[in-house]
């Protein structure tokens, strides 16, 4: 285990880091790990913003979120992978003058129960629920028995987000399925890592919820909406304006609760 600054302008923040959430973050500097990522958090989080991170693996997105959040903010960071926990757990015991952030030991999927969560055998970053998963595990080393709850269950127990970042190694179809009121309520804006298979079912549901999809990947003056969903999609409402608007309210059709009690990990 290793303590890292993150990639700049968030190098004030500090995690620690393992090969086991990839190679890349065993680098004595971050800066290449996932610059997309990185842009992504720059240009669509704000201060004040709550922001649910759904596959956290170490939080480089998860505490640089957290940073531009700041105090008057918040992060969930969901992880079902208890290894990965405890390090999330870890860095959050570093100080930092940056938004609470809560850290949930569970899957997301379509329906609330409980799910069997394959740990992958070349690093902890391509683990995933049993039944999906991509070419990239080189194998499971074990099989852990997770909790699993849906987006929308999470409205009740969590402050509604403004942005959403979704990484679950090809069950992204499943998270979004379980997020129907998310989606058509609360409307945040939402990056979600999308594997080829699932390029048209993801679209299908975005554009049934009134999003429109676009690729991260692009810079903001190059993106148009999109039939498919790319590898990166960016998921902005449609009445926001498109092309990834920052600059929008969140309006609900009907009020979400947000009943937790406090904020710790």
Not at 173 to 178: A, F
Request: hydrophobic share 40%; glycine share 10%; with cysteine.
């Amino acid at each position: 285990m290793l303590r890292r600054r993150l990639p700049p302008p968030f190098e004030r923040t500090r995690i620690y880091t393992s090969s086991e959430g990839g190679l890349k973050y065993i680098r004595r500097s971050l800066a290449d790990v996932d610059p997309a990522l990185v842009s992504f958090v720059q240009e669509q989080v704000r201060p004040g913003h709550i922001v649910w991170d759904v596959g956290a693996n170490l939080g480089l997105f998860t505490f640089a979120a957290a940073e531009i959040a700041g105090p008057g903010g918040a992060v969930v960071a969901i992880e079902p992978d208890t290894w990965l926990v405890d390090l999330l757990r870890r860095s959050l015991r570093i100080p930092n003058d940056r938004a609470p952030v809560d850290v949930l030991p569970a899957a997301v999927g379509e329906s609330t129960g409980v799910g069997r969560f394959c740990v992958a055998t070349r690093n902890r970053a391509t683990s995933h629920l049993h039944g999906f998963g991509t070419t990239q595990t080189g194998g499971v080393r074990s099989v852990e028995t997770v909790p699993v709850f849906r987006l929308d269950d999470l409205l009740a127990h969590f402050p509604p987000p403004d942005v959403v970042k979704i990484d679950v190694e090809g069950a992204e179809v499943t998270v979004l399925t379980g997020a129907h009121r998310m989606l058509r309520q609360v409307r945040p804006v939402i990056l979600c890592e999308v594997v080829t298979r699932n390029a048209a079912a993801v679209a299908k549901t975005l554009h049934n919820a009134g999003y429109q999809v676009l690729d991260a990947s692009l810079p903001p003056s190059g993106r148009r909406p999109l039939a498919g969903a790319p590898f990166s999609t960016l998921a902005v409402p449609a009445d926001d304006g498109g092309a990834g608007s920052t600059e929008r309210g969140r309006e609900a059709e009907a009020p979400v609760a947000a009943t937790s009690g406090g904020r710790s990990a």
